[in-house]
Every structure is written in C-alpha cells, then in structure tokens.
C-alpha cells in the first residue's frame, strides 16, 4: 500500500511539473520580449547610430556620448546625447482601476518592466551585406549581427523596427528608415505609430479596452554637436551645455501645399529644429566651430543636427497631414522635466505637471516656442547662461492631443538629420583663422561664403560655419521630397558582394565579386578609392573598372605606407534624370558597404643578406613626420630585413624596450616607437637587434642567404 502510495504521488509530482513546463514553454513562445539594453546599429551611409529596445536613446555607453556619428569617415564625430521621451493622457484609469486625472510615462531603461515593456527590436537589410577582406582578415565579421534579415523587396537600404507597450495600454511602432544613395545618407526617417491596444505589459491580454483621450506624445532631444568639438569647446559641450537651438517653420500652413525642386532645394518653411555648438564662456576666444587652437586650428563642431518633421495625422479617422502641428516647437532647458519615480498614485503631482509641460506649459518657465538663439545671442553668448541648466538646451516637440479609441491610431513621421561644411573646408578655415589668431595684426582679407571679404578673422570662421544652417536645411528639403515620392527615390546600383585586399611583394591586388546590379541597363562599372596613413582621412579615386571585371592591381603603391581602399559600384545616370528628389546624374554605391579599415601594404621579398637591413628614417625627426609616413607619425620601417627573425630594440646602455616577432615572410616590419609598456620612446640613440629564426634561401637559385640564428645590428636616432 506504500509502494502504491508514493507511486501516485509521484506520479502527480511529474504531472505538476508537466503542467508547469508546458505553461512555461507556452510563455516562452507565446509571449514576446526583448531586453531593455538591447540596441540595432546602422553602420552604412555618412549617418551612423544605434537604436535602443525601449523606444528611445540616451547616448551615454558609460564612456562617452555614442551615437549620429557624422561625417562617420572620422573618429570621434558622434552628436547624440539624449531623447527624452514622453506619452501623456487624461481622465485615465490603469490595469489596476485606479484613476489618475493625468497619467503619464517617461521612455528610460529605468521604467522597463514597470511602464515600458519591450516587444520588438529588429534591423531588416535590402541585401545582404557585402563581405571585406584586408589580408585574410574578415574586417566585416563583427558586425554580422547587425541585420536580423534580409527582405529585397523593402525600399530602403535598412528598416529598424522596435515595439514598445506600455502601461498606459498606448503601444508604439517605430520604423527607422536608412537610405544610402548619397544624397540621401545622411538622415533617418523615422515613422512613428501609437495605437490604443490596451496591452500594458509583455503577454497577449489585453487589460485595457477604454478610450484614452487627450493623448499627447512628446521629446526633448540635445545634441552634443560634436564629440571632437567638445575636445576644442570645453568638456562641458560632450553633453550639450552650450548648444544652441533654433527653429523654422512657423509658416508652414501657408506653404504645406508646395513642392521642393532642384531648382530652390532650400527653403526655410519646413517644421523643424536643429542644434549648433555656441560659444563657451570661460573661453577667451571665439569658439564658434570648435576651432583646435592645440593643434592646427582645424574647426571640430561643424556639425548642425536636429529634427523636421514631414507629416502628422490630423486624427484617427484622419490621416491626411496636420499643418498646424506639431503642437509645440521650439526649446527647453536640458535636465529640467518633471520627474515621474515610481508610477505609484503619490506621483500624480509629477504626472499632472508632465501633463502641462507636454501641452506647451515649459516646466518651471524654462523653454519657449521661438527661435532661442535669435531671442538671446546678443545678449548671452554661451546659451547655458539664459537658464543656467548645466543639461543645456533641447528641441522640444510635442503632438496632441489625440482621441483614440480601442484599436485607433495616430502616426507621424520625422527625418533626423546632421549636416555641415566638410573636413577638407574646416580644415583650410580653421588653419586660415588661426594663423591670425595668433598674428593680431594679419588682416586678411578673408573671403566669405558669398563672395565678399572681411578684415576679420572670428566674422570670416563664424560666417562658414553657420553655412551649416542652410546645409541642414538641405538635408530636411531631400527627407521630405524623399518622403513625398513614397520614398521611391532613383537607386543606386548594389555594392560588390565581396571585397577583398592583399598585400603582395610588388603590389596590392583588389579582387571584387560582381554587384548584383551589373545585369542592370544603365550599370557601367566600379570606381576605386584609396587613402594613404590612415582610413580618416581624403581618398583619391585611383581606378575605373569596366563592367565585368573583378580585379585591380595597384602597382602605384609605395614601399612602408599604408593604404586603405574602397570600391564604389556606379551607373550613367539614366534612373536618376527628373531631379524630383535630389541632382541629377550618375548614381554610386556607399563607400562604407566596403571601406577598409586595416592596413594593406607593398610587401618586398626578404634582403638578400643582412648586410641589407635598413632602418628608415634615420634619423627620425618628428619635425618633419609629415614627410616621412603621412597619417603615421610615429612610424619607422626596418625594411630588407630576413623573412622570419626576432627583433630587438634597446637604449643606448642596453635596456631592452621592445620586441617584436616578424614571421609573415616579407621584408618589411613596422615599429610605432612605443615601448613594450606602451609608452612613446624619446629623443635618443637605439640599437636593433635582428636574430634570424628561420635558413632562407634565394627562391630562384636556391643559395643559403642566412640562416637560423644569425644577427645583425642597426644603429638609429630619435629626435623629438
């Protein structure tokens, strides 16, 4: 009878326990849920950025301010600092029955699983990915989890799409649009649709089934304008403390019904707002475009960033384009919002004042609907001090209020943009201005963008500078005609499906398989560019290849430089004739599809003995580093060296600061003049030592040329 006894009792235990993997395996497939840090990052194109699982973006990665990287050519040209996001209503009653006069939820990693539940997250790709090679180096394999799939039948080059429910049963969809053609590449559009699911966490129930009325969708958005800027600016500007803001637009209704042409592609009616790095006031110079007064004066903060807006529903019912919303525009102070804890009924206080700030009320007086910088450059310089909120300045938008029943939805679209003079202008402005910064009697005269001249230097780099603001306004003019085509924009032909570059003992050969679009009438062929030093810096194209051929041999290189390639696919312009979105003319793949980011060099054949070893330059001297390895300053080259040796490098008493193992078989070794503890050598005599660790022998007659265990010693000089 016990025997029986335990029997079924256990046998009930494995039914529970069946019951309960069941139910746990049903959740598992049944319910969707993505975690709160998980991001998507778009990588092609002249915009790069991440996007965040819970519906908005705090740039901050516990380093630096990550995030709109633009030009993404460079290091260090990253303009996000944070969206603040906001959804409001009225007269609303929770999961919980329990009644709110104004209830509202704030879009942070804090609030997941309390208010935001994330559903979705995923990045879609027009093709697959080309594949780069540099060396038998796949330069591309980390970014293989960039695209979760591929669809070609999607218009633009990558969609993200994140979902987001939350606790006030309003869910929203997200649609990231990423276009590379490059009049188009540097701007999302983002589709934006909050629909009344009454779904307040992650499952599939649905808890909520009343209208919301009064709904209102809101963000404060800061740009740092840039992160290099912020080295020539002051520490302050990484997040946005002196940014400027302002708006256009204000006309809008009188214009919606007008259409941007080629022929006057900038116009100052389209609703946006965008940001600018100002003047910092503990500076004693004139700081506008970040000018490296450290360095050679190159302007650093070019960058103007910010938002348009391209269509707003009028209703539910109606999804013809409101003119007179967004219902706020305009500016507000950085860190300064009302605060909403823990979504318990003691913060109704908070929620009614996040209510009233989303209805145009700016919290604590600091914000406003007109243009900030015109209303108070003239007598602030460094916008901070207008409200002294060490956040800085945001662009503030805001729609609403919406009714939306059970099921309804409301949708508008924005382009986020950033544009600018570019690197090869700010560098010749920014040197021109410093060399009469530091010479008060150098009066030019400089020329002006239009033309003119001025005797003075701040006027004549500010003047540049501020061409940003029509350049933004560019950038708006093409999102919003690209969004009036249905953005059915002329394409581009399809990158190379495969990239590769060696290093070879005469030359670099590039191989290429073919883009998928060479079946196409008006594709012609490719286009190779090349830099020298580094890959953040200008490329000089180097080569037209015909339609069909997959290989190029570049036998211009030079001995011990580094050179960095990309290949661009390109048509003769017949897709691209109406100039309805952007000029016309021919039409080419983006160079980050396949841009190298390691080294390919021109490889010698091992010396021919060790009476051969070289040490170049020698001496080095940094004055003249420009001279010797551009983009390489530190760079000395042991070339005519044995193909596999040890070498060792020590002072001139003998300490021992660097060894390197040389094993590719070549003739060539690079030394950066770092120590083995990283640590830059100075001015001084050094001695190589080369011990070979392998018998070489001539590979056309065979002869010993040097064998395993010989040395050789090089004397060379620094000079710093």
């Known amino acids: 009878m016990k025997y029986r006894t335990n029997s ?13 993997f069941l139910l746990t395996a049903q959740v598992q497939i049944g319910y969707s849920q993505v975690e709160a840090t998980e991001k998507r990052y778009v990588r092609v194109g002249s915009l790069q950025s991440l996007f965040s699982a819970y519906g908005s973006e705090r740039a901050w990665n516990n380093s630096y301010y990550e995030g709109l990287v633009w030009p993404a050519d460079y290091p260090y040209e990253d303009n996000a600092v944070i969206k603040r996001s906001w959804i409001a209503c009225q007269d609303f009653t929770d999961a919980d029955s329990v009644h709110w006069e104004d209830y509202g939820v704030y879009f942070a990693t804090g609030y997941v699983g309390m208010s935001l539940f994330p559903m979705e997250l995923k990045e879609t790709a027009k093709f697959e990915p080309p594949t780069v090679f540099v060396d038998g180096h796949n330069i591309t394999a980390p970014y293989a989890g ?12 990558r969609i993200i799409t994140n979902i987001v429910n939350t606790s006030m049963g309003l869910t929203m969809t997200r649609r990231i649009l990423v276009f590379s053609q490059q009049y188009h590449d540097n701007y999302f559009i983002k589709e934006f649709t909050f629909t009344n699911t009454g779904n307040t966490d992650y499952d599939d129930d649905i808890e909520l089934t009343a209208p919301l009325k009064g709904v209102r969708i809101s963000w404060g958005v800061r740009y740092s304008v840039s992160r290099e ?29 007008e259409k941007i042409t080629e022929a006057n592609p900038i116009v100052d009616w389209i609703r946006c707002g965008f940001s600018w790095a100002g003047q910092n006031e503990k500076n004693n110079f004139d700081n506008i475009g970040g000018p490296y007064l450290q360095k050679d004066g190159r302007l650093t903060a070019i960058q103007h960033a910010g938002i348009a807006i391209l269509h707003v529903d009028k ?60 209303k108070y450059m003239a007598s602030h310089p460094d916008p901070y001090t207008v409200h002294n909120d060490g956040g800085g300045t945001n662009i503030w938008i805001a729609y609403g209020p919406f009714d939306l029943k059970h099921g309804e939805s409301i949708t508008f679209v924005e382009a986020e943009g950033v544009n600018g003079i570019n690197r090869q202008l700010a560098q010749k402005i920014g040197r021109r201005w410093k060399k009469a910064h530091n010479d008060p009697s150098d009066k030019g005269p400089f020329v002006l963008p239009d033309g003119s001249t001025t005797t003075e230097p701040d006027k004549y780099k500010d003047a540049w500078v501020y061409t940003g603001k029509d350049s933004i306004m560019l950038t708006f003019g093409r999102a919003l005609r690209n969004y009036d085509l249905h953005y059915k ?106 841009r190298t980011t390691d080294p390919a060099y021109l490889r010698r054949q091992a010396g021919q003995g060790l009476k051969d070893i070289r040490v170049v330059p020698n001496p080095f001297n940094v004055r003249m580093r420009d001279l010797q390895y551009p983009g390489e300053p530190d760079k000395l080259m042991f070339l005519n060296i044995p193909g596999h040796c040890i070498i060792e490098i020590y002072t001139e008493r003998g300490d021992l ?8 078989g070549s003739g060539d070794e690079i030394w950066n003049s770092v120590t083995s503890s990283r640590q830059v050598v100075v001015s001084g005599i050094y001695i ?30 620094i000079i710093r």
Do not use: C
């Not at 256990?10 to 019951?19: A, E, K, N, P, R």
């Not at 013809?320 to 706020?328: A, G, I, L």
């Not at 040329?705 to 010693?713: S, W």
């Open 8 to 20: 079924i009792l256990f046998f009930i235990s494995l039914t529970i326990l069946g019951i309960l």
């Open 146 to 157: 960039d695209v979760d799939e591929v669809d070609p039948n999607q218009i633009p080059d």
């Open 229 to 257: 800027g912020a080295f020539a600016i002051g520490g302050s500007q990484s997040w946005g403390q002196h940014s400027w803001v302002t708006k256009r637009g204000e006309d809008f209704p009188q214009h919606a019904n």
């Open 315 to 374: 209703s539910a019912a109606d999804s013809s384009d409101d003119p007179y919303q967004p219902s706020v525009l305009g500016w507000h102070a950085g860190d300064t919002y009302p605060g909403l804890g823990d979504m318990r009924k003691s913060s109704e206080g908070k929620m009614i004042a996040l209510y009233n700030m989303l209805s145009g009320i700016p919290y604590k007086g600091l914000g406003g609907t007109d243009r900030f910088d015109e």
């Open 489 to 594: 924009i002329p394409e581009p032909p399809q990158p190379p499906t495969f990239f590769e570059v060696k290093s070879g003992g005469d030359r670099i050969t590039l191989t290429w398989k073919p883009s998928p679009s060479e079946t196409d009438a008006d594709f012609v062929g490719y286009k190779i560019f090349r830099a020298v030093g580094k890959p953040d810096t200008t490329y000089d194209m180097i080569h037209v290849s015909q339609k069909g051929e997959t290989k190029f041999d570049d036998i211009t290189a030079q001995r011990g430089f580094s050179y960095y390639y990309y290949i661009e696919a390109f048509n003769d312009g017949s897709n691209n004739t109406t100039g309805e979105a952007n000029p016309v003319g021919s039409l080419h793949s983006n160079r980050f599809y396949t």
């Open 657 to 664: 600061i660097q060894t390197i193992n040389h094993d590719d």
């Open 688 to 717: 190589a030592h080369f011990k070979v660790t392998e018998d070489y022998r001539d590979p056309q007659t065979d002869k010993l040329l040097y064998k395993k265990g010989d040395e050789a010693y090089r004397k060379f000089v």
